[in-house]
T-cell receptor, first 114, second 112 residues
Framework: DGGITQSPKYLFRKEGQNVTLSCEQN?????MYWYRQDPGQGLRLIYY???????QKGDIAEGYSVSREKKESFPLTVTSAQKNPTAFYLCASSPAGLGGDEQFFGPGTRLTVL | QQQVKQSPQSLIVQKGGISIINCAYENTAFDYFPWYQQFPGKGPALLIA?????SEKKEGRFTISFNKSAKQFSLHIMDSQPGDSATYFC???????????FGAGTRLFVKA
């Protein structure tokens, strides 16, 4: 079964902690993305990567970091510098990341700061 | 210029009725306009998409109407069903542009 997996489904963080959200895809897609979704808002782009070992900041990258050491993996770290991290986080991938492509989304991780 | 404006924010439709969601964009370089459907607690999934060389695309009960001169496109759901209750996002991207711009979403509720 091809697709995108995200883990964990739910994550609780204490203030001041860094947490890492996992995203894995077996679709052999070159491009991967991280979005943040808040109630009543659209999807806001955090980071994206078109190839291994390369990634670009999206619209709201402050307080987040990523790595792309393998084609199939694109983990997101929410650092303590992110002041309002409670949100639903979505990982996505697309074949080439050149626009005009369908994006395939994972099931999401809901992060709550305690 | 990079925005996609979506309306309405929420929509309640009777079962069997027509649901209509509208989007407007500014950047004429956009050449791919998808609609995504998202159920609560799940990731969005592509529902239907259109490119600007056609004015309408239909897949089952779902139709996209595209007006290039007005820079607007809309999603029509015919014979709306309770199972269609979800959040719908319009989006736009351009070939070679790397990013997809999403609308704010429309929460649709179909009453049985």
């Amino acid at each position: 079964d091809g697709g995108i997996t995200q883990s964990p489904k739910y994550l609780f963080r204490k203030e001041g902690q860094n947490v890492t959200l996992s995203c894995e895809q077996n679709l052999n897609h070159d491009a991967m993305y991280w979005y943040r979704q808040d109630p009543g808002q659209g999807l806001r782009l955090i980071y994206y990567s078109q190839i291994v070992n390369d990634f670009q900041k999206g619209d709201i990258a402050e307080g987040y970091s990523v790595s792309r050491e393998k084609k199939e993996s694109f983990p997101l770290t929410v650092t303590s510098a992110q002041k309002n991290p409670t949100a639903f986080y979505l990982c996505a991938s697309s074949p080439a990341g050149l626009g005009g492509d369908e994006q395939f989304f994972g099931p999401g991780t809901r992060l709550t700061v305690l | 210029q990079q925005q996609v404006k979506q309306s309405p924010q929420s929509l309640i439709v009777q079962k069997g009725g027509i649901s209509i969601i509208n989007c407007a964009y500014e950047n004429t370089a956009f050449d791919y306009f998808p609609w995504y459907q998202q159920f609560p607690g799940k990731g969005p999934a592509l529902l239907i998409a259109i490119r600007p060389d056609v004015s309408e695309k239909k897949e089952g009960r779902f139709t996209i109407s595209f007006n290039k001169s007005a820079k607007q496109f809309s999603l029509h759901i015919m014979d709306s069903q309770p199972g269609d209750s979800a959040t719908y996002f319009c989006a736009a991207s351009m070939t070679g542009g790397f990013k997809t711009i999403f609308g704010a979403g429309t929460r649709l509720f179909v009453k049985a």
